[in-house]
């Protein structure tokens, strides 16, 4: 059996639910591994608290960024198309918007207000193929499952910028809160899965857990964590604006997914509502990249 190249995370995460592993497990292994390795990279060097373990703060982080986020994502990997996962995860920063606007009463841009309503409209066009032609209530699922993650996922970047916890190294912290949102995806698998364990012996499987431990969690999710704390909490989720067209088409070449016209018109339109939400930060971005440029 050929072992694929992974071009996308997305499309990693189908790979490995697709080769048989239960998917609460195999996200369980992948964030705990992730996050005791660094810890203990992060004790040696900088000898990083052990108190960390037992904060509450990056317990809860943990229970949005990773346990809620992943929890949705692997099982509805299952039934969605690893390019369907990736424009419906693309909703994240209007999520984190709303919550910013509604939850914590912060003023909403015109843009930002533009922005929700053409990515929600992108989300019914991508869900409308299915719901006219199949009306599969297992792919329907996943995708309310996705965008349930995304709740999660926003309330633990906001969590995660207002956490008591910022004089300690980020890879620290991203670390804690990987372990614990490992453990919490181990508790629900243990009531939740009966999985075969030879189906963990699985070159494809044994690749997608590999590459989604160091390149998306030890590395990816260090850096999000980072600009998180360090940043506007809609900014680091900007990277979603590009992972949906590169997961719809690592999908279309490499795993024989579905690529229609109707999935590439809601993702380009879903891409276009996060860009609008995020209109203000971008030309802010530009202005100071433009003075830094400019001779004295």
Request: charged share 10%; aromatic share 12%.
């Amino acid at each position: 059996m050929d072992v694929p190249h992974f071009r996308d995370y997305f499309l990693a995460i189908k790979l490995g639910v697709d080769a048989g592993a239960s998917p609460f497990f195999s996200a369980g292994l992948r964030f705990f591994g992730a996050g005791a390795l660094l810890f203990l990279l992060i004790r040696i060097k900088e000898r990083a608290p052990l108190a960390l373990l037992i904060s509450r703060d990056l317990f809860l982080v943990g229970t949005g960024l990773t346990f809620g986020t992943f929890a949705t994502l692997y099982w509805a990997e299952q039934f969605v198309s690893s390019g369907t996962a990736a424009v419906l995860s693309a909703i994240a920063p209007m999520m984190i918007l709303g919550m910013q606007t509604f939850g914590l009463k912060q003023k909403m841009q015109p843009s930002a207000m533009m922005g929700c309503a053409v990515g929600i409209i992108g989300v019914f066009l991508l869900i409308l193929p299915n719901l006219s032609l199949s009306m599969n209530a297992h792919w329907l699922s996943g995708c309310f499952a996705i965008i349930l993650g995304q709740v999660f996922y926003a309330g633990g970047t906001l969590y995660a910028r207002r956490s008591k916890e910022t004089a300690v190294s980020p890879i620290a912290l991203n670390a804690v809160q990987m372990m614990h949102g490992g453990l919490l995806l181990f508790v629900l698998s243990f009531f939740t899965e009966n999985g075969q364990l030879s189906s963990l012996s699985q070159p494809v499987f044994l690749l997608s857990l590999l590459y989604l431990t160091v390149v998306g969690s030890m590395i990816g999710h260090t850096l999000y964590y980072y600009l998180v704390t360090k940043t506007n909490p809609v900014f680091p989720s900007t990277w979603l604006y590009i992972s949906p067209l590169i997961a719809v088409m690592a999908g279309f070449l490499f795993y024989g997914e579905e690529l229609s016209r109707m999935t590439l018109i809601g993702s380009i339109t879903i891409i276009a509502g996060t860009i609008l939400v995020n209109a203000e930060a971008l030309k802010s971005l530009a202005r100071k990249r433009s003075l830094a440029r400019k001779p004295y």
